[in-house]
């Protein structure tokens, strides 16, 4: 994925200038004239990998907006580079004091810029890779995984899942199979509401919930999905830890006896189902709202038959969003579609995760989906 860089300054040869040379050696630009105009794209498109400011520019100069960043908590750990015509020792020491990683003199020649830019942002990459492997391996040691490292194997249906996060960088997807007994299997898929480490942090604290909620139903025989996400639903909007933060979720029970299946979401997108000799795939919509949005969610339950080789599709919103001229888009309809195409070029299933997900190089999200699929050779 091309990383993206704002170049802001009152120049616009000098803007020009600098996105030619970046965009042909693969980064992606976003260019402001001036720190109002810069802090409206930071508004409105994805957080950049590299903020490139000049100092000298009217009303709000380099420093200023770089301060404004400071104070901000989605921005201040951009990597932020000062540009300047100004060789004097304090303003670079201005600039330093003030985080900036570096600063660049507008008279160095363009493979030079290129060549530090390049080389700060693989010392960028580096840190954070080496960080985030740390992180991973403090959350493996303690068993944090929101994720299963494999499906259950069940008599009457087998189940394929897969989860790509975005930029490889945790998020707050989360997927689960809780198997009762030989009869009863719980498939369980959520998206907490937020960002990469904001989301995958309480990710924990919702499967903990989830976990916890359809154990002790259970043990009371208790097997009502809605009955389940109500008691859910109140334990988490009491929390004050997850105040204000929310999170779909979708739950299917399978009966590996008697083959039925029920379904219940809260706040999520459609389950879709595949059924042989239909032009489009059908869509089970439940009426759940997010999980602590309000203490008290009104739930329901549908019941879904399939057929042999029929699916069903639990899947997140990042499997359907994705970017397009810089402007974030949502497609259903092409998701299925696709789903469709795949099923009737008699894709097998352990394959349609890796086709719907190769080069996914607009991904803007982390993207997750579960497969159930009825067995041709049931054990009955």
Known sequence: MNKTVLLVDDDLFQLKLYEKLLSNNGYLC???LSVDEAEVILKNFDIPDLIISDYEMPDKNGFEFRKRLLKNDLLKNVPFLFLTSVNDEHFIQQGLDLKAIDYMAKDVPPMRILSKINNLMLAVREHYERSLSEVKGIAEKLNLRNTPKEAPILNNFSIHYYNQSYQEQPGGDFIDFIKINDRYTFVILGDVMGKKWGAWFFSFSYLSYVRSAIRLCVFDGEFSLPTILQKLNRVVHADEFLSDIFSTLSIVLLDDESCKITYSGAGDLPLLK????????ISYQSEGILLGFSEEGTYNEIAV???????????????????LDGVKRSDMNLLKQKLHQLKEQHEPTENIVNQLFNKHTSQVDDCSIII?????NEAK
């Open 30 to 32: 976003r260019i402001a």
């Open 372 to 376: 159930i699929k009825r067995k041709v």
């Open 305 to 323: 038959t399939i057929e042999k080789e029929e699916e069903l599709y639990l899947i997140t919103d990042g499997i359907i969003d994705f970017e």
């Open 274 to 281: 595949y059924e042989k000799d239909k032009e489009d795939l």
